[in-house]
T-cell receptor, first 111, second 114 residues
């Protein structure tokens, strides 16, 4: 079973709208969650990390972590066509601090 | 911003062929990684290294060798390529492992094994 599960698999939002992506870890021994974004033809690029309960905001991006439920979400405000990409959640888990990747959410922002 | 350069960008080979994928990072990062990306599987770690001469086995190492010749250079070797190794390969680097490591990725190498 995938230790880091992302939902939905794909998401379509209108330009200017809010995109919400979800990620859940099945391993309670996590240290950090990371969000990465991958545009077509490029490698993934780190967006932001979070390890404390609550919200972390960077520009139009807000990550929210609930440690009790092992759930992290990423909210993109005022979505732009340039936000269309594959978004990965990754968790650093375990005593050996291994990085575990989700399968990704494909986001399309329609002009 | 950390720079990770991969070559070639595209490679086509035949079953049983030898392939070497190259990666260079210019930010003096200690850790370097090789991943493969496949639809339905996400990113899977093949091998990684924490310094010149060091090699660690990842999650999907079968059929792959790797070598870290310098701080900057990390190579992935497929000595008897098979169609199942057709994939998009990424190299990445990071300054630390664990804790709050942030990976910097190259643009990828698309490998087709016919």
């Amino acid at each position: 079973q995938q230790k880091v599960q992302q939902s939905p698999e794909s998401l379509s939002v209108p330009e200017g709208g809010m995109a919400s992506l979800n990620c859940t870890s099945s391993d309670r021994n996590f240290q950090y969650f990371w969000w990465y974004r991958q545009h077509s033809g490029e490698g993934p690029k780190a967006l932001m990390s979070i390890f404390s309960d609550g919200d972390k905001k960077e520009g139009r991006f807000t990550a929210h972590l609930n440690k009790a439920s092992l759930h992290v979400s990423l909210h993109i405000r005022d979505s732009q066509p340039s936000d269309s990409a594959l978004y990965f959640c990754a968790a650093i888990v375990g005593d050996n601090s291994k990085l575990i990747w989700g399968l990704g959410t494909s986001l399309v922002v329609n002009p | 911003e950390a720079a990770v350069t991969q070559s070639p960008r595209n490679k086509v080979t035949v079953t049983g062929g030898n392939v070497t994928l190259s990666c260079r990072q210019t930010n003096s990062h200690n850790y370097m990684y090789w991943y493969r990306q496949d639809t339905g599987h996400g990113l899977r770690l093949i091998h990684y290294s924490y310094g010149a001469g060091n090699l660690q086995i990842g999650d999907v190492p079968d059929g792959y060798k790797a070598t870290r010749t310098t701080q900057e250079d990390f190579f992935l070797l497929l000595e008897l390529a098979s169609p199942s190794q057709t994939s998009l390969y990424f190299c990445a680097s990071s300054d630390i492992q664990g804790s709050n490591e942030r990976l910097f990725f190259g643009h990828g190498t698309k490998l087709s094994v016919l």
